[in-house]
């Protein structure tokens, strides 16, 4: 799920050294804004001729001067958030602002989507159907201890590529480490289990609506567009996983002293906690087959069929074809969350309050998305990010399509490490990195997976999502030795994904 801003530290004593946190998303958007008003005073101000679908012409950059003056951009700044939100681009003009007449620029579909779903997980977590389902998946499996660990991570990898499952992953420590302990396995494995598991299916998300989703948008694409490169780009990179994690199990099994972390005074009595979880109850089993229905069908809903099934870009679509964008898959998951609470017979009082503290604890990666798009239209109404397309143009102009599509994905890596908000990043980055796609003659939605393979890549490590930093706390393990564990596989998938995009762009994979 999209990250969170990290939790505050506790108190510290008096007396003692405070040490550095990295600010929240948040934070570092509103940094940025103020920075990107300043530094658009001293851009010069251009627009590139538009085709019929929007798409800026190569080589028709020229200057045109922003509207007003510096009262006029200190408005710009005060209503950055407004507009970010719902803002209307001016049909004559260009500019965007609240009351202008025109096409919806804000990200307002985008902030109700993030709220919705996150009243449908909240919703589907409090009927303790899917902790419950995974936890009886582990406790069947625990005799055959490879067999556990490739079916908790090809859970967690699919929750990860449909609804970017990752801090709820911070519950399942409790449950995992005494069972890989009990099967003669370290913390580590644990570890690996759980972060890489679903950290690899956010990295080759399908229709994750924070990631892919937030970013297909900000691109102007379906959500379902490159669907076909991503979907082969998660089979094999969590089975790549799947088994480094699987090698590594396995020798620490057959030589103890080959565990990075070691065994740690009271593993052994920590191993006998591992009981057994309670059967799933029917109605617990009815949850999970309508939140497997509700993800089957969004997928069905967002997916281009004509243009999958034909290989052309622009095939017409098919008539049952329901082409699905944001604001139908709100409604879905509101309506969804509903179906949950009364096939779980949560009753109305707990079903109200549950739905409403999921939209609660959504609202901030649903501002992160505000934000971002505001900064978007700083930059849209001072008329500087055609400028900036403009000195990319003569890089990209010639670039071969395998290569544009590396540099997309090793450009994002500073920036996935300063805004770990996926969905931040995705906003903030795209309206730049999309219009480039067609000066490199690829698909936009190739843009799109080499954007979220660097942020999800980045998010397997970085001290600054909480997944990493609290799951390697949870376990006991030390993020060092969780660092000299993984670099390794991180090497592997930067080489594969690299290949994906390379290949993607090739034979145009990245457009459907």
């Known amino acids: 799920m999209e990250e969170q801003p990290q939790q505050r530290e506790d108190r510290e004593p008096a007396g003692t050294a405070r040490r550095f946190v990295f600010p929240s998303a948040l934070t570092v958007l509103a940094v940025v804004t103020v920075a990107v008003w300043i530094v658009a005073f001293f851009i010069p101000s251009g627009t590139y001729d538009r085709g019929p679908d929007g798409s800026p012409l190569q080589g028709t950059y020229h200057h045109e001067p922003a509207r007003g003056g510096f009262v006029h951009r200190l408005g710009q700044l005060f209503l950055a958030p407004v507009n970010g939100l719902y803002g209307v681009r001016d049909l004559k003009t260009g500019e965007v602002a609240p009351d202008a007449v025109g096409t919806l620029y804000g990200s307002a579909g985008v902030f109700l989507f993030v709220l919705a779903i996150g009243a449908f997980i909240t919703v589907v977590f409090a009927t303790g159907a899917l902790d419950r389902g995974i936890e009886r998946l582990a406790h069947r499996l625990r005799e055959r201890g490879a067999l ?23 519950g399942f420590y409790g449950l995992l480490v005494p069972l890989m302990l009990a099967l003669g396995y370290d913390r580590m494995v644990a570890t690996g289990t759980i972060i890489l598991g679903a950290g690899i299916g ?19 694409i379906s959500l379902g567009d490159g669907i ?6 998660w089979l094999v990179l969590t089975a790549v996983t799947i088994a480094y994690v699987v090698r590594y199990a396995r020798r620490v099994r057959a030589n103890p002293a ?40 969004m997928i069905f809903s967002v997916i281009p069929w004509a243009s999958a099934l034909s290989g052309k870009a622009d095939a017409m679509p098919y008539g049952w074809e329901l082409g699905w964008g944001f604001a139908q898959l709100a409604a879905l998951f509101i309506v ?22 999921g939209v609660a604890d959504f609202v901030a990666p649903a501002l992160v998305i505000v934000l971002a798009r505001g900064i978007t239209v700083i930059m849209t109404n001072a008329k500087i990010i055609d400028t900036v397309l403009h000195a ?14 590396v540099m997309v994905f090793v450009v994002n890596l500073p920036l996935a490490f300063l805004i770990p908000s996926t969905s931040g990043h995705a906003t903030l980055a795209m309206p730049i990195l999309a219009p480039l796609a067609e000066f490199a003659g690829v698909a936009r939605a190739l843009v799109v997976t080499a954007w979220q393979s660097a942020s999800g ?3 397997l490590w970085v001290p600054t999502t909480a ?3 609290g799951g390697v706390s949870l376990a006991k393990v030390g993020y060092d030795r969780y660092l000299r564990f993984v670099w390794p596989l991180l090497v592997i998938l930067a080489v594969l994904v690299c290949a994906f995009v390379a290949v993607g762009a090739v034979v145009g994979s990245g457009g459907g």
């Not at 076909?228 to 780009?233: G, S, T």
């Open 202 to 220: 956010v990295l080759a998300s399908t229709v994750n609506p924070f990631a892919t989703g937030v970013a297909s948008s900000a691109a102007g």
């Open 258 to 297: 080959r565990s990075l972390v070691g065994f740690r005074e009271g593993d052994r009595e920590l191993a006998e906690q591992a009981v057994h979880p309670p059967e799933l109850t029917g109605l617990q089993k009815g949850v999970l087959v309508l939140v497997a229905l509700v993800f089957a069908f």
């Open 457 to 459: 890549w980045m998010n």
């Open 336 to 357: 969804a969350a509903v179906l949950v609470g009364l096939v779980a017979r949560l009753g109305e009082q707990k079903l109200s309050a549950t739905i409403v503290q």
């Open 228 to 233: 076909a490169l991503r979907f082969a780009m």
């Open 392 to 405: 990319i143009e003569g890089t990209v102009r010639g670039t071969p399509e395998a290569l544009f599509g």
């Open 467 to 469: 997944v990493v930093v």
């Open 148 to 170: 556990l660990i490739a079916g908790v991570m090809t859970v967690f990898s699919l929750l990860g590529t449909v609804e970017g499952f990752a801090e709820e992953t911070l």
